[in-house]
Structure formats: structure tokens, C-alpha cells
């Protein structure tokens, strides 16, 4: 029903700055918020982002990990289905492989909670 595609991550110099795409298909797509979460090595995935669908009064409401806000935009475009990630001033302990994942809900912290997920993409920030 829904499928996530991401952009190619890459390497990035320490405070540099990437942008991230998630495109989607499936005319659901507005009305589910999508979430990005990355994994580091060995560790669980861990929420980084997420904007609210096109339902209900939190429409389009954003959401950051308190570490990363400031640094970290996410947008969306629904013209063509796809939401962004911009990341700035870029560190090398955000290195991880990065996730867009879709929920038909309102944004949840917990990356057990989304049923679909892009295919992920390795970002690497050198010192």
C-alpha cells in the first residue's frame, strides 16, 4: 500500500551538511506521518525526526530528538510525495544508517510502531 524510497546517503566532512529524500507512493501517503530514525552499529534505532500527516488539527507538526533540533529539518512536500530530512553541522556521532518509516497514526517515538519502511541509507560523518 505504501513504499518508501530513499535517497543515497554519503560522506560527509565533520560540519558539512546533507539532505535526505523519502519518496513515496500509494495514495495514502498524506495521511500517515513519517518518522526517521537511524542505527548505529550494534544499537537499536533511535528517533531522529518526524512530521505529522495530513489528518487531524497536529497536521504537518514537527518533532525532533531534543539532541538534534536546531541541526535537523524535516519537511515534506505532498505535491511529490516526499518528505526530507536536511541535516547541518553534521558530527561524526551522527554517522549511522538512516530510515524513513511511514505510520497511519500520529508520530510515535517508538520505531516498532511504523509499518512501513524505506530501505535505509548509510550517512558517514568523518572528523
Known amino acids: 500500500q505504501v513504499q518508501l524510497v530513499q535517497s543515497a546517503g554519503g560522506l560527509v566532512q565533520a560540519g558539512g551538511s546533507l539532505r535526505l529524500s523519502c519518496a513515496a507512493s500509494?495514495?495514502?501517503?498524506?495521511?500517515?506521518?513519517i518518522g526517521w530514525f537511524r542505527q548505529a552499529p550494534g544499537k537499536e534505532h533511535k528517533g531522529v525526526a518526524c512530521i505529522s500527516g495530513n489528518t487531524g488539527s497536529s497536521d504537518g507538526n514537527t518533532y525532533y530528538a531534543d539532541s538534534l533540533k536546531g541541526r535537523f529539518t524535516i519537511s515534506r512536500d505532498g505535491a511529490k510525495n516526499t518528505v526530507y530530512l536536511q541535516m547541518n553541522s553534521l558530527k561524526p556521532e551522527d554517522t549511522a544508517v538512516y530510515y524513513c518509516?511511514?505510520?497511519?497514526?500520529?508520530?510515535?517515538?517508538?520505531?516498532?510502531?511504523?509499518?512501513?519502511w524505506g530501505q535505509g541509507t548509510q550517512v558517514t560523518v568523518s572528523s
Open positions: 518509516a511511514a505510520v497511519d497514526s500520529t508520530c510515535k517515538s517508538d520505531w516498532v510502531a511504523y509499518e512501513y
Open positions: 500509494g495514495r495514502t501517503f498524506s495521511n500517515y506521518s
